[in-house]
């Protein structure tokens, strides 16, 4: 008992060991994971970055002062002037309400920060939960090493570090957490068949719809994957109680989010979920039927259950096609149709394609974003299938779908990061095990390479020595010996045949080729993390507010933005409105404390049409644009001086071509030569004579003499003018951001205004000359 209780005892202390190994390791990822992401802060200050994330800063604020009553009723009549916005309807409230249930929780501790550095470093916080989240994924798929592995990956990815950066408080700061920890718990309900993790599941799933509009992902994904199951023979109570229950108390929960509402029912990113839905319970229908009925009556069953389940289909597509007929794009989204067709965009809703992270991805952004996750993702697939299982399946689905998706829109190379770092986790997990077990067989095999031989001949010497003494035995003990031979020979014969194929699989490459392998594998993830380290700290920590550009001269810092902002907060009235392209509307009302035209909500197409429009017209013609929405101040942003290639100029066409779907008289040929965008001598005249260019470059010829466009690489075509409508108030230091006033009209027309005095005067008193014949 004391021999047989030592191996288990043995076992129980390495898998405690491990266990306990495996938690410090988790420790240290979610600390790597929280501290890479700190370069913006160390380089240069804790502070907001982007533009949509300055409107979650101030929702937030809004949020910890008034409560989240005042948050859910909440007329915000500084933005879309003079439409206004119902902030608690038309935002996804999870961000806001989990950093404000964080400022609440360290206040309610005595820690008091303020509402900004709970912000930025709320998406640190969440890619540490994303990293542990991953773990638990990928242990549901392929065990503990690959969900280490992939857990360190994601910790580090770059696509995923650009979006969680301290200071980016966007909604895939936490969307990202909690779709990988709904993809989790969908797994975990697949393997085990609980309805609890299955409750777990549809909460999970509704604080991702709460969080980001990317919930339509999940949605379709799972349902996909069911279907592929049911489709593969895989079908099994278990997978029922995974899906069941998140397609009805999910779909119920989202309806409860009022930026969704009924969409969650009435549009067709949710139709798949449904069809899946009654597919599903078809089958179950039939297997149980199955179980409990003859062979004959299962027949006949059959064909009645699926008779009735085809006529079920048939009606739930009817009513879908009717609910959408009405529909011009037939219930999608312009966002969801871009995906669907990467040409929609740029045909019908310019909006959507003026978005540069709307743009298909490139290859080179593929290696910057997932570096040599790329190349191992095949090898993951591959390993994802030696066995097959559902959880596996989902992974090589999930995979397909992100890379696709990721090819058509560069924003949701964010999507694709999780499932490379999973698949990529599995395969160097696998890559690692099969090497490292390979040279710790074969190890022992060198040192014990003689007794083995000696074991061997002896037992080679042994063979023919029992049989000399057989022969010289009687008849029945020989017969006796020979069966008592065989039962020896059958048992080594069992197990030396699976050590060999152990050896044989495990020893595929010799001795020195496995040291290799895993010596260049090593170099591969010291690669990826050197690269991973160094987008943290130099392409993604730079925030967009405060630019940086290195020289001879050393650093130089263009704080041009916020010293924009703060002219307008101390040197303008409250009430004033300022009008700009969309991308500078968050931040002009967060920072500037001032109403806006239009922002990156980007909900009302014609608005935004109209202020392209403006920028897009003659001087006049935008003033009466500008004057007739009570605007009093111009903002644009200009790099020509300094070289900042995203200025309003570069813009520019997307301008035009979003004012021209509203209004016809804008047409973009008018603005190129013979095809081509050219702000120079050879630029058209209506180019020369539009808003856009005439606020951009008023005065640039002041700098140098020459009037030179650092960014367009050349000397503008008009460098002489003057404004007559508009009057330039403020220009920052680097000339990055220029501020106009409209021109008041009695200063415009002052001398008509007396000659058309003087002739009404004139009329209204002949005519009461005329009138003095007849005074009654």
């Not at 083995?452 to 023919?464: H, Q, T, Y």
Request: net charge positive; charged share 15%.
């Amino acid at each position: 008992m004391a021999a047989s209780d030592a191996p288990n005892g043995d076992v129980l202390i390495r898998n405690a060991f491990g266990s306990v190994l495996a938690f410090l390791i988790l420790l240290l990822i979610g600390v790597l994971a929280f501290s890479i992401r700190l370069f913006s802060v160390i380089k240069y200050e804790s502070v907001i970055h982007e533009f949509d994330p300055y409107f979650n800063y101030r929702v937030t604020q809004f949020l910890t002062k008034n409560g989240i009553y005042d948050f859910w009723n909440w007329f915000d009549d500084r933005t879309w002037y003079p439409l206004g916005r119902v902030i608690g309807g038309t935002v996804y409230p999870g961000l806001t309400l989990t950093a404000g249930t964080l400022y609440w929780f360290l206040h309610s501790l005595n820690i008091p920060l303020s509402v900004e550095t709970v912000c930025v470093f709320t998406a640190p916080i969440f890619s540490a939960f994303a990293s542990w989240a991953t773990f638990l994924l990928t242990k549901e798929v392929k065990g503990v090493g690959a969900g280490l592995t992939a857990a360190a990956l994601l910790a580090m990815v770059p696509s995923y570090i650009s979006r969680s950066v301290a200071g980016s408080y966007d909604n895939e700061a936490v969307a990202i957490f909690a779709l990988i920890f709904t993809f989790y718990l969908y797994i975990k309900t697949l393997n085990t068949g609980s309805l609890f993790y299955a409750t777990l599941n549809s909460l999970s799933y509704f604080y991702m719809v709460c969080s980001w509009g990317g919930y339509t992902f999940i949605i379709n994904l799972i349902p996909m994957h069911v279907l592929l199951c049911i489709v593969t023979g895989r079908y099994s109570s278990r997978l029922y109680i995974a899906y069941a229950p998140l397609v009805v108390l999910g779909t119920l929960l989202a309806a409860l989010v009022p930026v969704v509402g009924f969409n969650a029912v009435m549009t067709s990113e949710h139709f798949a979920s449904f069809l899946v839905f009654i597919i599903i319970h078809v089958v179950a229908l039939v297997y149980y039927i199955k179980g409990i009925l003859s062979p004959k009556m299962f027949k006949v069953a059959l064909a009645l259950v699926v008779s009735i389940g085809l006529a079920v289909c048939c009606a739930m597509v009817a009513v879908i096609i009717a609910l959408v007929a009405s529909s011009p794009t037939k219930g999608w989204s312009g966002r969801s149709l871009s995906l669907l067709d990467p040409t929609y965009a740029s045909k019908y809703i310019p909006i959507i394609a003026s978005v540069s992270e709307h743009q298909p991805p490139t290859w080179p952004s593929y290696f910057m974003d997932i570096n040599v996750l790329a190349f191992l993702i095949p090898a993951g697939i591959i390993a994802c299938f030696s066995p097959l299982s559902d959880a596996s399946l989902f992974a090589v689905l999930y995979i397909v779908l992100s890379v696709y998706f990721s090819g058509v829109m560069v924003r949701l190379m964010l999507v694709l990061a999780p499932a490379a770092c999973i698949l990529s986790g599995i395969a160097l997990s696998q890559a690692f095990d099969v090497f490292t077990r390979s040279i710790k067989f074969q190890l022992p095999s060198l040192s014990d390479h003689s007794h083995i031989d000696a074991r061997d001949a002896s037992s080679e010497n042994i063979v023919p020595d029992d049989t000399i003494k057989t022969d010289k035995s009687e008849d029945t003990p020989k017969e006796r010996m020979t069966k008592r031979s065989k039962k020896k020979e059958k048992e080594p014969v069992e197990k030396p045949p699976t050590k060999f194929q152990i050896k044989k699989r495990l020893s595929v490459l010799p001795f020195e080729a496995s040291i290799i392998a895993v010596i260049l594998l090593v170099l591969l993830v010291a690669f990826y993390v050197v690269h991973c380290v160094w987008a943290a700290a130099e392409a993604y920590s730079a925030p967009s507010i405060v630019l940086t550009s290195h020289s001879n001269d050393g650093l130089h810092v263009f704080d041009d933005f916020r010293e924009a902002y703060a002219w307008l907060s101390h040197n303008t009235d409250v009430d004033d409105k300022v009008a700009s392209w969309w991308d500078y509307g968050y931040q002009t009302t967060a920072m500037a404390n001032r109403t806006v035209i239009v922002d990156n909500n980007t909900w009302n197409n014609t608005h935004i049409a109209t202020v392209g429009t403006a920028m897009s017209s003659p001087e006049k013609a935008a003033w009466e644009i500008f004057h007739s929405l009570d605007v009093k101040y111009v903002l644009v942003v200009f790099g020509g001086l300094v070289g900042y290639p995203s200025d309003d100029i570069n813009k520019f066409l997307w301008m035009v071509r979003i004012g021209g779907g509203v209004f016809p008289h804008i047409k973009e040929p008018d603005y190129l030569r013979d095809g081509q965008y050219r702000i120079d001598s050879m630029a058209t005249p209506t180019m020369l004579n539009c808003l856009m260019y005439k606020l951009s470059y008023y005065r640039f010829v002041e700098t140098d003499g020459k009037a030179f466009d650092r960014v367009r690489r050349t000397e503008i075509g008009k460098k002489y003018f003057k404004l007559t409508h508009f009057e330039e108030v403020f220009t920052t230091h680097h000339w990055m951001v220029r501020i106009y006033k409209l021109k008041p009209p009695k200063n415009r027309i002052r001398g008509k205004n007396k000659k058309s005095k003087s002739k009404t005067s004139s009329t209204t008193t002949s005519k009461r000359k005329g009138t003095r014949r007849n005074p009654f």
